[in-house]
């Protein structure tokens, strides 16, 4: 987490710490303003919805990142999950246990990859690359290659119920960032994630456990993303083996845009949070003034690479 | 720094809101003009851009509004939805990434009262049978069965003796959609008069000129008595290679009548200086498939009439001399070469 500076005059060190965060107070002000049917109640629930998905996992991957790791294998745990949800569902006639075997089941990817990376010292980006296959894999297998419908209509009340108006998938995806935002800042293991990632040796001379961290990370990275994987299935009324294909790229984007390193020790959850938000405006307004959808790959790609280097320029006048 | 970080957030928007909420909430929908979403599930794919194009034309020659999405998952689905109602659409046209998203995308459009239409792919319900909503999707049979009857008709035109003429038929089972190509080629042939013990299957590996020309060469080797060949597949690059293969063997456009299925690849043929064994083409094409939906959406939401249920397409015959008239017709023109 970024120290704050005691010399800087107030404005600088606004400027310094909240950098991204004015930035999407005026993209959010400036599309509010210029493009019709932005600001209202409807597209603000749509919109809302369509950054919970991303948002749950940030909220996990920012520890991944914060400690120097990062998961690519989030996409396909979202898409196993969701299926044997909903496979489980089915033939057990619980929505209980479909939830909690979608849960489990990404714990135990998590679970597997902590290990692998912890304990066998293999890169992050090669072991969850391998996991994304096999979880992929595994997706397709459980499924029988194609999606599988749910009957119990109980299943749909996680990702369709709407409580005071407002979609079940938002109200998860706040509590989540609560929860973690207050996990980060608050207790030894937030304190431990960002040392990991800002020195590894030196904190594990200070004494802390590197392994058991990193794989507490991973696990926690699994369980999330199954559970959003269930949230998506119970959206979908189905669980989908296919998809969510580059869902983890855009987890990641969302942190980086947020102020994230991407080389660990650095970050907070308001950042993740203005970056999910960040990139779901940007996805919601191209969307409502009808861009094209090749010219929102580049844009997309153009805010990423911007953000990067501002937050670059931002550093280095910290310097 | 904490409290500064949280507290801005929570004052930005309200700030926000304060500034924009008089001028920009506009009421969705009601009396309003017609926009309609068209939503398909792989933009990069050109049978999706020319729906995309004869939407817009739909759009531009009824005058009103068209978004049009890609939505890759049912992620992307439900969340362009959702975009659709806040831009006040009042329904929407889609290729769904997978069928069984069916009640999931219905129960939100009911959600924002909108009107669906879907194509190309039909929804699947939870209980497995396809759901009550409007629907355009290529008929895969009835291509075949064209495919079949111009290949007869042909051959009647010709005056070849039937023994001396036989049909190779370059097969693709696995996929049960271009299965129902073959089948429907084989059943118009027999329906027509042409002999079922005359039609000798050869199964392709793959569904490109080699797999067809491997396939048609095990075909050939087995039958050297025959003279004069129909040629029928999955797919034009199907028939190129039985062609090719036959070419090989010192069959030509005199004694070979190949039709294809596409919506381009064996025209080349056609520019050719010399006419091959690759007769026609049956040309499908997306023209209906966006023009259609769209108006029958516009129209059932303007007027409320009622779209048809259930429309199945088919393909035109494009033969060298006629076509340049169907590209026209189809709305390739611009499209077909690649």
Same mark, same amino acid.
């Given at each position: 987490?970024?120290?704050?500076?005691?010399?800087?005059?107030?404005?600088?060190?606004?400027?310094?710490?909240?950098?991204?965060?004015?930035?999407?107070?005026?993209?959010?002000?400036?599309?509010?303003?210029?493009?019709?049917?932005?600001?209202?109640?409807?597209?603000?629930?749509?919109?809302?919805?369509?950054?919970?998905?991303?948002?749950?996992?940030?909220?996990?991957?920012?520890?991944?990142?914060?400690?120097?790791?990062?998961?690519?294998?989030?996409?396909?745990?979202?898409?196993?999950? !969701? =299926?044997? @949800?909903? $496979?489980?569902?089915?033939?057990?006639?619980?929505? +209980?246990? *479909? %939830?909690?075997?979608?849960?489990? &089941?990404?714990?135990?990817?998590?679970?597997?990859?902590?290990?692998?990376?912890?304990?066998?010292?293999?890169?992050?980006?090669?072991?969850?690359?391998?996991?994304?296959?096999?979880?992929?894999?595994?997706?397709?297998?459980?499924?029988?290659?194609?999606?599988?419908?749910?009957?119990?209509?109980?299943?749909?009340?996680?990702?369709?119920?709407?409580?005071? !108006? =407002?979609? @079940?998938? $938002?109200?998860?995806?706040?509590?989540?960032?609560? +929860?973690? *935002? %207050?996990?980060?800042?608050?207790? &030894?293991?937030?304190?431990?994630?960002?040392?990991?990632?800002?020195?590894?040796?030196?904190?594990?001379?200070?004494?802390?456990?590197?392994?058991?961290?990193?794989?507490?990370?991973?696990?926690?990275?699994?369980?999330?993303?199954?559970?959003?994987?269930?949230?998506?299935?119970?959206?979908?009324?189905?669980?989908?083996?296919?998809?969510?294909?580059?869902?983890?790229?855009?987890?990641?984007?969302?942190?980086?845009?947020?102020?994230?390193?991407?080389? *660990?020790?650095?970050?907070?959850?308001?950042?993740?949070?203005?970056?999910?938000?960040?990139?779901?405006?940007?996805?919601?307004?191209?969307?409502?003034?009808?861009?094209?959808?090749?010219?929102?790959?580049?844009?997309?790609?153009?805010?990423?690479?911007?953000?990067?280097?501002?937050?670059?320029?931002?550093?280095?006048?910290?310097? | 720094?904490?409290?500064?970080?949280?507290?801005?957030?929570?004052?930005?928007?309200?700030?926000?809101?304060?500034?924009?909420?008089?001028?920009?909430?506009?009421?969705?929908?009601?009396?309003?003009?017609?926009?309609?979403?068209?939503?398909?599930?792989?933009?990069?794919?050109?049978?999706?851009?020319?729906?995309?194009?004869?939407?817009?034309?739909?759009?531009?020659?009824?005058?009103?509004?068209?978004?049009?999405?890609?939505?890759?998952?049912?992620?992307?689905?439900?969340?362009?939805?959702?975009?659709?109602?806040?831009?006040?659409?009042?329904?929407?046209?889609?290729?769904?990434?997978?069928?069984?998203?069916?009640?999931?995308?219905?129960?939100?459009?009911?959600?924002?009262?909108?009107?669906?239409?879907?194509?190309?792919?039909?929804?699947?319900?939870?209980?497995?049978?396809?759901?009550?909503?409007?629907?355009?999707?290529?008929?895969?049979?009835?291509?075949?069965?064209?495919?079949?009857?111009?290949?007869?008709?042909?051959?009647?035109?010709?005056?070849?003796?039937?023994?001396?003429?036989?049909?190779?038929?370059?097969?693709?089972?696995?996929?049960?959609?271009?299965?129902?190509?073959?089948?429907?080629?084989?059943?118009?042939?027999?329906?027509?008069?042409?002999?079922?013990?005359?039609?000798?299957?050869?199964?392709?590996?793959?569904?490109?000129?080699?797999?067809?020309?491997?396939?048609?060469?095990?075909?050939?080797?087995?039958?050297?008595?025959?003279?004069?060949?129909?040629?029928?597949?999955?797919?034009?690059?199907?028939?190129?290679?039985?062609?090719?293969?036959?070419?090989?063997?010192?069959?030509?456009?005199?004694?070979?009548?190949?039709?294809?299925?596409?919506?381009?690849?064996?025209?080349?043929?056609?520019?050719?200086?010399?006419?091959?064994?690759?007769?026609?083409?049956?040309?499908?094409?997306?023209?209906?498939?966006?023009?259609?939906?769209?108006?029958?959406?516009?129209?059932?939401?303007?007027?409320?009439?009622?779209?048809?249920?259930?429309?199945?397409?088919?393909?035109?015959?494009?033969?060298?001399?006629?076509?340049?008239?169907?590209?026209?017709?189809?709305?390739?023109?611009?499209?077909?070469?690649?």
């Amino acid at each position: 987490m970024a120290a704050p500076t005691q010399r800087a005059h107030p404005l600088h060190h606004l400027l310094d710490n909240a950098g991204m965060l004015l930035v999407f107070i005026a993209l959010f002000v400036g599309v509010s303003v210029f493009v019709p049917n932005f600001f209202t109640w409807v597209n603000m629930k749509g919109l809302a919805l369509s950054v919970s998905m991303v948002g749950m996992v940030a909220c996990t991957m920012l520890f991944c990142l914060a400690s120097g790791h990062f998961d690519l294998s989030v996409e396909s745990v979202v898409a196993f999950s !969701g =299926v044997l @949800a909903a $496979v489980v569902t089915n033939q057990t006639g619980s929505v +209980a246990l *479909g %939830i909690a075997a979608g849960v489990a &089941a990404g714990g135990v990817v998590g679970v597997l990859n902590g290990v692998v990376v912890a304990k066998f010292h293999i890169n992050a980006l090669i072991t969850t690359l391998a996991a994304m296959q096999i979880v992929r894999g595994l997706g397709f297998i459980v499924s029988g290659g194609s999606a599988v419908s749910v009957s119990n209509t109980a299943f749909f009340v996680l990702g369709n119920a709407s409580p005071l !108006g =407002v979609p @079940a998938p $938002v109200w998860i995806t706040v509590v989540c960032f609560l +929860a973690f *935002g %207050i996990v980060l800042r608050a207790s &030894a293991f937030g304190r431990h994630t960002l040392a990991v990632g800002g020195n590894e040796q030196a904190a594990w001379l200070a004494g802390v456990p590197v392994d058991r961290i990193k794989i507490a990370i991973f696990t926690a990275q699994g369980l999330m993303a199954g559970f959003a994987g269930v949230v998506l299935a119970s959206r979908m009324t189905s669980g989908q083996p296919n998809t969510s294909v580059g869902f983890a790229l855009d987890v990641i984007a969302a942190c980086v845009l947020g102020g994230v390193s991407l080389s *660990g020790g650095v970050g907070t959850m308001t950042g993740a949070v203005v970056g999910v938000l960040i990139m779901g405006t940007v996805q919601n307004a191209m969307n409502l003034m009808n861009v094209p959808t090749f010219y929102q790959y580049v844009a997309r790609g153009l805010i990423l690479l911007g953000a990067v280097l501002f937050d670059q320029l931002r550093q280095r006048r910290r310097r | 720094m904490s409290r500064t970080r949280l507290l801005l957030p929570v004052a930005g928007l309200v700030l926000a809101a304060a500034l924009v909420s008089p001028g920009c909430t506009r009421a969705p929908s009601g009396e309003g003009p017609i926009t309609i979403g068209f939503l398909v599930k792989q933009p990069e794919e050109l049978w999706f851009q020319n729906e995309w194009k004869f939407a817009q034309r739909c759009a531009n020659e009824y005058g009103f509004e068209l978004i049009k999405i890609g939505t890759p998952d049912g992620e992307k689905l439900l969340n362009a939805i959702d975009v659709l109602a806040a831009s006040g659409a009042q329904g929407f046209v889609v290729c769904t990434p997978d069928v069984k998203l069916g009640p999931a995308v219905m129960a939100k459009a009911r959600s924002h009262a909108m009107k669906v239409f879907t194509v190309d792919d039909q929804f699947v319900g939870s209980d497995g049978a396809f759901m009550d909503v409007p629907y355009m999707g290529l008929s895969a049979k009835a291509i075949g069965r064209k495919v079949g009857r111009a290949l007869y008709d042909e051959f009647v035109r010709r005056g070849w003796p039937i023994e001396e003429t036989a049909a190779c038929a370059v097969t693709f089972d696995e996929l049960n959609t271009v299965k129902e190509r073959t089948d429907g080629s084989t059943e118009a042939l027999v329906e027509a008069g042409f002999p079922a013990g005359r039609i000798f299957r050869g199964a392709e590996k793959t569904t490109d000129v080699p797999g067809a020309f491997d396939a048609a060469n095990i075909v050939l080797t087995q039958h050297p008595d025959v003279k004069r060949w129909l040629v029928f597949s999955v797919n034009d690059e199907g028939v190129l290679g039985a062609v090719r293969a036959m070419e090989g063997r010192g069959f030509d456009a005199e004694t070979i009548i190949g039709i294809g299925i596409g919506a381009g690849t064996g025209l080349k043929e056609f520019d050719k200086q010399q006419p091959t064994g690759y007769f026609a083409s049956c040309m499908i094409s997306p023209l209906r498939h966006g023009y259609e939906t769209t108006e029958h959406l516009y129209k059932w939401i303007k007027d409320g009439v009622e779209p048809p249920g259930d429309v199945r397409t088919d393909g035109v015959i494009a033969t060298r001399a006629n076509y340049r008239q169907v590209l026209v017709d189809l709305g390739l023109e611009d499209t077909a070469r690649e």
